[in-house]
């Protein structure tokens, strides 16, 4: 810290938060470890996990019932309540400069209105996906305007938003009228995976995070292939045959897992705004990727990333195209990418331009 500079006191609001293995705890986490170590900041956290016993890091945890939750499925809804008990009852917060309310979940964002009347602070929203206009879910006309009347009581009452790509800030409602920046999830620098040199003679497959949508397709033609893939994520499909199933793992050993695989497997709806965490891991370990979509091929936020990427192959959800882009894997020869193309999708490259924003805000 510069002699005479003021500390800015962060509050980071995260529902999901370390030691909980989602990607939404892994971003925040992150975010806490690094500001922690920034001498022109002060950090403070409240989260919803109960496990989180780390410094400066306070538990409110989430209500079990409440009526509007059988209407509105999000647990944000459950959790303001608690959120706003904690607010007026405690003391022991500093008064923050900034909060960071993180989401999903999103119904707690509405307590930003009630932080900047208490603190006289600087609220950000953090949407890590689309909220009210979210192609992925399908939603009815009916529940997409009642998000939408959500959202943008949030965000008018915000000072800054943070979102994870260019295509999810067309989604969300004002996020250009706001001061506003990108921050992709990225991937942890600090971890040094020792890399496995990619065979494409006799390829092995990762698949990292949840599934969204069917993947007996990508499984039934590795089986018929006899290619082992190795999964890790909340699914609860069974072991059997060439398909391992780990279940969720701590961060560090599921890029282990994807540091000793050819192949790292992507599934995409297919709409632009999606993007996925795993892809950075998959990159920082130089893999193979197969990207298979549910609907368009080759356009988006993950082929804006890959722009650049060798090796990477879109086939469609069907066993037929899956089984054309293997083939297309193993008559191929892997070109290996340039030795700096990852370090834009670091973590520590992504946070430099959140420090420079929260500076900025801040005044």
Request: charged letters at 25%; a positive charge.
């Amino acid at each position: 810290m510069q002699s005479g500079n003021k500390v800015i006191n962060v509050l980071i609001i995260s529902y999901f938060f370390q030691p909980n293995k989602v990607v939404g705890a892994l971003r925040t986490s992150y975010w806490y470890k690094k500001l922690a170590q920034e001498g022109d900041f002060s950090i403070e956290v409240i989260t919803a996990n109960s496990e989180s016993k780390y410094k400066d890091v306070f538990i409110v945890e989430q209500s079990k019932t409440f009526k509007w939750y059988h209407v509105i499925k999000d647990l944000g809804v459950l959790w303001l309540k608690d959120l706003k008990a904690f607010f007026v009852n405690t003391n022991k917060i500093k008064n923050p400069d900034i909060v960071i309310i993180s989401g999903s979940p999103f119904l707690h964002f509405s307590i930003g209105r009630i932080l900047k009347k208490k603190y006289n602070c600087k609220v950000v929203l953090d949407y890590r996906d689309p909220f009210a206009d979210n192609p992925g879910f399908k939603s009815s006309r009916l529940k997409k305007w009642i998000k939408l009347l959500f959202e943008y009581n949030f965000n008018k009452n915000a000072d800054g938003i943070i979102t994870v790509n260019d295509y999810c800030a067309g989604l969300i409602q004002g996020f250009y009228k706001k001061k506003n920046l990108i921050v992709q999830n990225g991937y942890d620098e600090s971890i040094k995976p020792i890399l496995k040199k990619v065979q494409t003679s006799e390829l092995s497959f990762c698949y990292t995070g949840k599934f969204y949508f069917n993947p007996n397709p990508i499984i039934e033609t590795l089986e018929r292939l006899q290619l082992p893939l190795v999964y890790v994520g909340p699914s609860d499909l069974k072991s059997k045959g060439v398909f391992s199933n780990r279940g969720f793992v701590s961060y560090e050993e599921s890029v282990e897992i994807i540091a000793n695989s050819d192949v790292g497997i992507i599934q995409t709806y297919g709409e632009d705004f999606q993007s996925t965490t795993k892809i950075f891991d998959y990159i920082r370990c130089k893999k193979i990727i197969l990207i298979v979509s549910d609907l368009y091929l080759e356009q988006g936020s993950i082929h804006e990333e890959l722009k650049g990427y060798p090796n990477v192959y879109w086939v469609k959800n069907n066993k037929d195209s899956i089984l054309e882009g293997i083939n297309k894997i193993q008559a191929s020869l892997y070109t290996s990418p340039s030795h700096d193309f990852e370090l834009k999708y670091s973590r520590k490259f992504q946070f430099e331009k959140l420090i420079s924003f929260l500076k900025e805000l801040n005044g």
